[in-house]
């Protein structure tokens, strides 16, 4: 689909610079933009990109559009602007409501308006919202309910019982409501305590691919409204994640972590079991949390990057770092 | 299923006080109990969560029992007694046995008193021990021989001749046998070491949500008996983890590490290729291994969360310290 | 298939001691070995297991052939010349080119000589090369290119327009072409940008199983030739990796990091956004890299592992390094 500057800048209530009948239909990065794409420039050290690339329209900063010497679409937050432009441009296309004669449903009525492609297998007593897509060889489990447009991608494992609400994408590989890593020690071996909890997802959830969120052992795993979990990603059992909350890939958070809302956790960040975290914190990438965290900021953990020899080095001397400070504050004396 | 709290108290040979004919039929948290619910006690910190609790049968220690309004049964370990009793009012059903149409299969005998769902794909020579569970769209692949009392849920994947115990619980998105990751160097390029050993699990293993078990180089890959593996872990060619050992999540273990017997590796640990871990070795979460453990302990690495302006200097003068361990010792000269 | 001391040797071109006629069939472990498998010594400390092994035939080098009391191959890079003499025993088996009757697929012309497993599910205007293996319950999405000979594994989900050069092997559990985490915020929720780049793979690459790479947001990921990437690997939206690097498992790299050709990439490590690895660079296991790389050599960070009981007082003088570095410093004034 075709728009023009001014339709786009009347869409979203911006302003702009330049020709208004100037056509484009694609979002595009600088560097390897068409004629007929959009671009965003959000950074000073992206400015040169405005010199060579073919592109005709970009969405950037006043501060920033005196640097452009095509068509500008202005905002304070281009970056957001850019991302509506291109929900808008790269609408996802009606879905074709069928079922594929290779799905196995147990369920009797699953209900309309329904996309489901080839070997799903669904349980007993499913519901799925309308104008819900279930990718190739996924599992859904019995007593599943997942509400109104769910997008969920081929090969990913809902166990039985699990809620999931509106809006939610779900990326191939995820595996929802698995047991979660429960035991009590006799002696020497382990006694597997029953994961008897189920997880609940809010609305305007998405997963990552290959991430996966266990059950509960007694009460439920507790995914809010808009959270953003990326891939690879391990949510124990009981863990509770408040709303809007984004946690980045190959993050692990153990057992019964509660994390408050609008956090957001760096990629790689292992968040300890049993521990709080409150809202609007921001944990940097690979920290490890082992206690509770009171107050928003941003926190972190871990020794920076250097070259192995000097590492080595400085690392013998961290394994004697308390001595030293005795020593020291003996002479000190 | 009911049970008395004095049926309950002769199962499992303890004592009890109050009513030993109260009822109940299931287990729950403190938090979220019924009047029909079994809940435990196992610390301090949620003695206030007695007053409130609808429970009326708790599972606590003496110590802790005389805070308790209603009935009691006594353990001096009393999370192993509730597992235990959560075990009982959550039997798992009996398998319906029954091989779905659907299923593809080359193997000319499975076997009898199996379950297997929809769309699992089997290979040639396979063997299935007696009342095993098969989730769907799973793969087994030729060879493969598995124990009794098997559950392997929706979305796994056994590569060829791998060879499993009884009692094993496979979770959704495990991938046993794939190739490890074995390359020599020529020049600037990687030429494949072919991946000919397998993988050996033992009995009462309990592997969780997308974990990968690569097959061996040479020899097989082995895990032993009882041993427990949460969701996201790596376990590369070679491995050997003894018997007992519990290995929390996104742990990765690289080739050749041998673990030694009931061992616990916290999460995000990692284990680097090639060492020895003795036996009742800890690992805290997200400790880096690089070096053989001979004598068991608890083990730790890395540095503790702050906030990030605080790190940054901290971490900046981490870069010097072996420099200014050399200045100081040489002032002190 | 049996070859001679002497055939092997004229094959690789290289020098043999002992008896020319004799014959092997497999490759083995030192360990392991019977009369009729070759075996390799790479390192000093398995010199002892030439008292004790079976194998008749060794690949080693010079130096430590005169230690052998039997056959020997030499070779100055013994690892190499093994992992040759390797693939030469166990070939891959010639595929027998049949698509399963179950295999659901909308592209019309498929090609010739391909061998599809069972339950596979092939979106529209796919080409698959030559001689390629798709393992069974995998998808493959629309639009998805793949070179010649390529080896997927069972449950592999390749989304849409991905393109695959020749000599692929995927294994199982690999998820290509998912979603990035790409948001804008506004406010305090996530606006989802539509990640509408793609995933190129070079040729010559192999994937680990569980391992994810995402699609670019507006340009595409790209993976170069001769990479290899173990398990449980996350490659984020519009990362590139150069030719032959190696990355080891749970590596995370996030978004538009590009990393240089023929680095090696330790398990574990996590490599920051929007950085650039130099080329020929070493990155130790669980790095944390969060600054670009300009010049090559070997990186690391982190604490060596340590008593947990002294890990806790030298990390707790770690939060105060800063501090001490200051207070000492005015003491030197």
Same mark, same amino acid.
């Given at each position: 689909?075709?728009?023009?500057?001014?339709?786009?800048?009347?869409?979203?209530?911006?302003?702009?610079?330049?020709?208004?009948?100037?056509?484009?239909?694609?979002?595009?990065?600088?560097?390897?933009?068409?004629?007929?794409?959009?671009?965003?420039?959000?950074?000073?050290?992206?400015?040169?990109?405005?010199?060579?690339?073919?592109?005709?329209?970009?969405?950037?900063?006043?501060?920033?559009?005196?640097?452009?010497?095509?068509?500008?679409?202005?905002?304070?937050?281009?970056?957001?602007?850019?991302?509506?432009?291109?929900?808008?441009?790269?609408?996802?296309?009606?879905?074709?409501?069928?079922?594929?004669?290779?799905?196995?449903?147990?369920?009797?009525?699953?209900?309309?308006?329904?996309?489901?492609?080839?070997?799903?297998?669904?349980?007993?007593?499913?519901?799925?919202?309308?104008?819900?897509?279930?990718?190739?060889?996924?599992? &859904? +489990? @019995? $007593? !599943?309910? *997942? %509400?109104? #447009?769910?997008? =969920?991608?081929?090969?990913?494992?809902?166990?039985?019982? /699990?809620?999931?609400?509106?809006?939610?994408?779900?990326?191939?590989?995820?595996?929802?409501?698995?047991?979660?890593?429960?035991?009590?020690?006799?002696?020497?071996?382990?006694?597997?305590?029953?994961?008897?909890?189920?997880?609940? &997802? +809010? @609305? $305007? !959830?998405? *997963? %990552?691919? #290959?991430?996966? =969120?266990?059950?509960?052992?007694?009460?439920?795993?507790? /995914?809010?409204?808009?959270?953003?979990?990326?891939?690879?990603?391990?949510?124990?059992?009981?863990?509770?994640?408040?709303?809007?909350?984004?946690?980045?890939?190959?993050?692990?958070?153990?057992?019964?972590?509660?994390?408050?809302?609008?956090?957001?956790?760096?990629?790689?960040?292992?968040?300890?079991?049993?521990?709080?975290?409150?809202?609007?914190?921001?944990?940097?990438?690979?920290?490890?949390?082992?206690?509770?965290?009171?107050?928003?900021?941003?926190?972190?953990?871990?020794?920076?990057?250097?070259?192995?020899?000097?590492?080595?080095?400085?690392?013998?001397?961290?394994?004697?770092?308390?001595?030293?400070?005795?020593?020291?504050?003996?002479?000190?004396?």
């Amino acid at each position: 689909v075709n728009y023009t500057v001014k339709e786009i800048s009347e869409i979203f209530n911006a302003e702009y610079i330049g020709d208004g009948d100037y056509t484009f239909n694609s979002v595009s990065s600088l560097t390897n933009a068409s004629r007929n794409s959009v671009t965003f420039l959000g950074k000073k050290n992206f400015l040169g990109l405005l010199n060579t690339t073919e592109s005709r329209v970009t969405v950037t900063s006043r501060k920033f559009s005196i640097s452009c010497k095509h068509n500008v679409i202005i905002s304070e937050n281009p970056y957001l602007l850019f991302a509506k432009i291109s929900q808008l441009l790269n609408k996802k296309k009606n879905l074709n409501y069928t079922i594929h004669d290779s799905v196995i449903c147990q369920t009797k009525n699953l209900g309309g308006k329904l996309c489901i492609d080839p070997n799903v297998v669904i349980g007993e007593n499913v519901i799925l919202g309308e104008n819900s897509f279930i990718g190739a060889n996924s599992y &859904i +489990g @019995d $007593n !599943v309910k *997942i %509400g109104l #447009n769910a997008y =969920i991608n081929p090969n990913v494992t809902l166990y039985n019982d /699990i809620k999931i609400g509106d809006n939610v994408i779900i990326h191939s590989g995820v595996v929802i409501g698995a047991d979660g890593f429960g035991y009590a020690s006799e002696e020497k071996s382990w006694v597997k305590i029953p994961q008897v909890g189920s997880v609940e &997802i +809010g @609305d $305007n !959830v998405e *997963i %990552g691919a #290959n991430t996966s =969120i266990d059950r509960g052992a007694l009460d439920n795993t507790v /995914i809010g409204n808009g959270v953003k979990i990326d891939n690879q990603v391990l949510i124990a059992h009981n863990v509770r994640i408040g709303n809007n909350t984004g946690i980045a890939g190959c993050v692990g958070i153990a057992g019964s972590a509660i994390i408050g809302e609008n956090c957001t956790i760096g990629g790689g960040a292992g968040i300890q079991g049993h521990i709080e975290i409150c809202d609007n914190t921001y944990i940097t990438g690979m920290a490890k949390v082992a206690c509770n965290i009171k107050e928003a900021g941003v926190y972190s953990s871990g020794t920076p990057l250097m070259l192995n020899k000097l590492w080595l080095k400085n690392a013998a001397r961290f394994k004697k770092l308390n001595e030293f400070f005795l020593k020291s504050n003996n002479k000190d004396k």
